[in-house]
């Protein structure tokens, strides 16, 4: 079975982190844009796309942020099953009509989230699991017709509209990610505050939040299934291809 071609459109001003997090978690052909630099697909002969984290807010007036925008929904019109990270959570619900604020206060470190049980994003996955978070926005209003189906205190944590997911949280981080990206919050947080994080980052917390890169799988199995369904049956025809 051919595997599904991805775009990635690594939203990270210093992308190197979220490349080989991606590339590690998504067993799929990736094709990489790094969009602060405006970078964005030409086409939409991809099997699905992904957005992923950044330090930008989606509220902010930026040429690249408006283009993102502008491809991501010409690519939900164009049916392209889409996964949302964090930033890109914030950007799917944007684009989709929903409503993103800034928040009162940071949440970051590992946390539990709740889960509905209902979502095939979250198949295998507790509902209640551990994940680790790191943002100063929320989504506050889901897209119309969006099924929320994960949240904790700090508000929407998941959701989804048609062949679109998103969630808040960073399946893909490894420690590594998770100590850099706390360390580098010292223009923001306390050191109080970040110590207390970096005292979470080991590997009961990191194996616990583990189980939560199963909608990676979970996902790739829904893109080859919407490519299947638009091949007519064929599993291992690409976009591309077509």
């Known amino acids: 079975m051919t595997r599904p071609r991805i775009a990635l459109l690594n939203a990270a001003h210093d992308g190197a982190d ?8 998504l067993d799929a ?70 409503r993103v604020e800034a928040m009162d ?19 295998g996955v507790d509902e209640d699991f551990t994940v680790f978070t790191t943002h100063s ?4 209003e889901a897209p119309p017709g969006a099924t929320v189906f994960a949240r904790n205190d700090y508000g929407i944590h998941g959701f989804r509209k048609d062949q679109v997911f998103a969630v808040q949280f960073h399946p ?13 919050k010292d223009d923001q947080l306390s050191q109080a505050r970040i110590q207390q994080v970096l005292d979470g980052i080991h590997a009961d917390n990191y194996d616990a939040a583990c189980e939560a890169k199963r909608l990676f799988d979970n996902f790739t199995a829904f893109v080859r299934d919407v490519r299947t369904d638009r091949t007519g049956g064929d599993p291992g025809t690409s976009a591309a291809d077509d």
């Open 172 to 184: 893909e981080y490894d420690m590594e990610t998770a100590a850099s990206v706390t360390e580098g």
């Open 29 to 98: 052909d990736l094709v990489e844009f790094h969009c602060p630099e405006g970078e964005v697909p030409e086409s939409f002969r991809y099997d699905g796309f992904v957005v992923t984290g950044s330090r930008a807010s989606v509220y902010w007036e930026r040429e690249w942020i408006g283009q993102l925008k502008a491809w991501v929904g010409d690519a939900i019109e164009a049916g392209l099953p889409a996964l949302g990270v964090c930033y890109g959570h914030q950007l799917l619900a944007d684009v989709m009509g929903g």
């Open 137 to 140: 926005d929320r989504v506050v």
């Open 18 to 25: 979220t490349r080989r997090n991606f590339r590690r978690e």
């Open 105 to 123: 206060e940071y949440e970051i470190g590992y946390r539990t989230v709740e889960q509905d049980g209902q979502n095939r994003l979250l198949d």
